[in-house]
């Protein structure tokens, strides 16, 4: 972090939609920072390089799917939050659009195969359906544009943004193929350090916080409706709650919840140590802002 930029992690290839929602937000990112310098986006091959990275300080902060609209929770993404001890500091929501990508004297007729992330596949899937195309999954969609890229061969195409066609100079066959047009990631820009300016950010861009937990409780009956209950007691809105298994003890499991409210509000405190208290293992991954792009 000593050229002076503010460097920020994502998994894949530029063109990503990770990094799409970071350019499309990096005025909010460089007011969490504190610091006004050119923000660098820093491509790593996985989400847990990405994690790693912003755990051992070579970047200031990193970017991570954490549930789809339609297709649901990246659950690599929840089991990466347990290992490593970084904090969410801010919540976007993008408007997924999805392309389909080949090269330039290539027509839909001509395709054969066709390449992205499992996701992108997942969330394309009623239009690849209709021309029974040979699915190959890729570690990433822009990814996939610069593989086809490297391959000239018009017979296969790659789903991915409107950017990583512009980036491996590419033809647009057709965009908007996904499933559901109200196709959206969600992404938390993790920290090495919890945010400390939400109060300001929050009431200067109108938007109001949210925080998440992540605990496991005792096998007794009513552990979890006790946890639930320090919260509800309080009126504190749950936004979200599910569950991942331990993936060192069988048929246990970690509860990631989402609630309304700053964790240095009294209310939140409160709640905060009292279920805490009835809890195996607890810990705060974070209060953040949520923003839509």
């Known amino acids: 972090m000593s050229s002076g930029n503010l460097l920020v992690a ?26 006004k310098s050119r923000l660098k986006t820093i491509p790593y091959s996985s989400f847990e390089d990405v994690v790693r990275s912003v755990d051992e300080g070579r970047v200031d902060y990193g970017i991570l799917p954490i549930e789809n609209s339609q297709e649901g929770t990246i659950s690599e993404t929840y089991d990466l939050l347990i290992k490593y001890n970084v904090y969410a500091v801010l919540d976007i929501k993008l408007r997924v659009v999805h392309c389909l990508i080949s090269h330039k004297d290539a027509e839909i007729e001509d395709i054969k195969r066709i390449y992205s992330h499992i996701q992108g596949l997942k969330q394309c899937s009623n239009f690849i ?34 950017k ?44 109001p916080i949210k925080t998440t937990i992540i ?56 709640a905060i140590e009292n279920l805490g208290k009835k809890t195996s293992f607890f810990k705060t991954l974070g209060s953040y802002i949520c923003l839509e792009s």
């Open 215 to 270: 605990f496991s409780t005792y096998h007794i009956p009513g552990a979890l409706y006790s946890c639930i209950g320090e919260l509800a007691k309080r009126n504190i809105n749950i936004s979200k709650l599910e569950s991942r298994p331990n993936r060192e003890k069988n048929w246990e499991y970690f509860f990631f919840l989402d609630f309304e409210g700053n964790m240095e509000d009294k209310k939140c405190i409160e």
């Open 164 to 207: 990583a066609a512009s980036i491996y100079n590419m033809k647009i066959l057709e965009e908007g193929i996904e499933n559901n047009d109200r196709n959206y990631t969600r992404f938390f820009i993790i920290s090495k350090n919890p945010q400390t300016k939400l109060r300001y950010l929050s009431d200067y861009l109108d938007i």
């Open 129 to 162: 359906d209709r021309y029974r195309w040979e699915k190959i999954p890729t570690y990433n969609t822009a990814g996939s544009v610069r593989i086809i890229s490297e391959h000239n061969d018009k017979s296969e195409a790659a789903i991915a943004s409107k």
């Open 10 to 35: 994502f998994q894949g290839e530029h063109g990503a939609f990770s990094e799409e929602a970071v350019l499309k937000n990096k005025d909010v990112i460089a007011e969490l920072s504190g610091v």
